[in-house]
């Protein structure tokens, strides 16, 4: 199994191997004159692969002084507190709305428990270390870092998550999207050509929000772009059109099947599916129609929970509105709380 992925211009892949899963989850790191960047975590578990990647290219733990998140779905940030524990000169990096869970993650450990169970949740993302408060920074709309003389833009990045911000490299001109660009497995490549899927999942997913964030990073021209879920796709325009084009058969699914009820759920998930079969068939990817559903199992689950969250977002907003008497940022406590991908 190859568990780092290089790309040159000092950008590596490491598979976080996430709950197992080869290729499915990636951190990817950059390293610029002997110092380094570690974008996204992966789980606590991913810390000994990804310090183990830097080291075979020469850099020490010491000479790491970012770690990034591009949001705080803890199959993106859970390995962030034992990171920034093991590289003593690292700050933590992420959206304001994110830092709160980096300071004490309690609540997304709560909230995954939850709906998962203890025993499951410990064995996938192990210990969930919170990070100094003195060692995070937030990262706003035009900010930037700057490692080694390399500039990294942070762009606010909504409709995946409210926390998500994506990362222009003014080295490369490419683009660190997280789960912005949507997922790019590649066991679906075929004879070179990469594809894409959106990820709707929990609970935060806004169409109209992701459509924008899409255009944004298409506006700056990157020649690739690297999603955590798999490391670096080419042909960006093609893709985003694909990208639209499956945002777009999300929400009209859901939006047919609104009402709630007992079977709402399962008749989502069996919209998902139909969208990643149809998707499979149009694309033609090199899998069989069972090894397409295996690959995407996670995902048709997780995107049929984040519709349902969208749809139930939506019904209550008016009346919140109504009550409130203004347009403001009225979501709930619990709709704000981030939940992981998987």
């Known amino acids: 199994m190859q568990e780092i992925f ?25 390293v610029e004159r002997g110092r380094a960047a570690i974008v996204d975590t992966g789980t606590s578990h991913a810390a000994d692969r990804v310090l183990a990647a830097l080291a075979a290219r020469g850099v020490k733990p ?45 609540r997304l450990m709560a909230a995954t428990v939850a709906i998962y169970g203890e025993r499951a949740t410990r064995r996938v993302y192990g210990e969930v270390l919170p990070v ?9 709309e035009g900010s930037v870092l700057e490692l080694a003389g390399r500039e990294f833009h942070f762009l606010d990045a909504p409709g995946h998550a409210r926390h998500h911000v994506v990362l222009h490299d003014s080295k490369t001109g490419h683009i660190f999207a997280g789960d912005s660009f949507g997922l790019s ?26 459509h924008r964030s899409i255009d944004r990073m298409l506006e700056l021209r990157p020649e690739a772009i690297y999603v955590t879920h798999f490391g670096r796709v080419a042909e960006p325009r093609r893709l985003a059109g694909d990208l639209h084009r499956l945002i ?22 069996a919209g998902v599916r139909d969208i990643v079969l149809e998707e499979a068939a149009r694309q033609r990817w090199a899998l069989t129609k069972e090894e397409v559903i295996a690959t995407f199992e996670f995902d048709i689950e997780l995107n049929a929970q984040g519709l349902a969250a969208w749809l ?31």
């Open 132 to 140: 100094p408060a003195a060692r995070v920074v937030e990262m706003h």
């Open 6 to 30: 290089d790309y040159g211009h000092g950008i590596s892949a490491v598979d976080a191997c996430y709950d197992g899963h080869p290729s499915q989850t990636a951190v990817h790191i950059v």
């Open 248 to 269: 777009d058969a999300h929400a009209e699914m859901a939006l047919r099947l609104r009402e709630p009820g007992a079977q709402r759920h399962a008749r989502l998930v």
């Open 62 to 106: 010491e000479a790491v002084d970012y770690v990034i998140l591009t949001h705080v779905h803890l199959d993106h940030a859970g390995g962030a507190g034992q990171l920034i524990a093991r590289c003593p000169n690292a700050v933590l990096a992420v959206h304001p709305r994110g830092r709160r869970h980096m300071e004490d993650p309690s």
């Open 185 to 210: 497995y590649r066991a679906l490549d075929r004879n070179g050509v990469q594809f894409v899927f959106p990820t709707t999942s929990p609970s935060q997913f806004d169409p109209a929000a992701l």
């Open 312 to 342: 139930d977002a939506a019904a209550v907003q008016p009346q919140q509105d109504a009550e409130r008497g203004d347009r403001g940022d009225t979501h709930s406590k619990k709709r704000d709380l981030p939940l992981k991908r998987r």
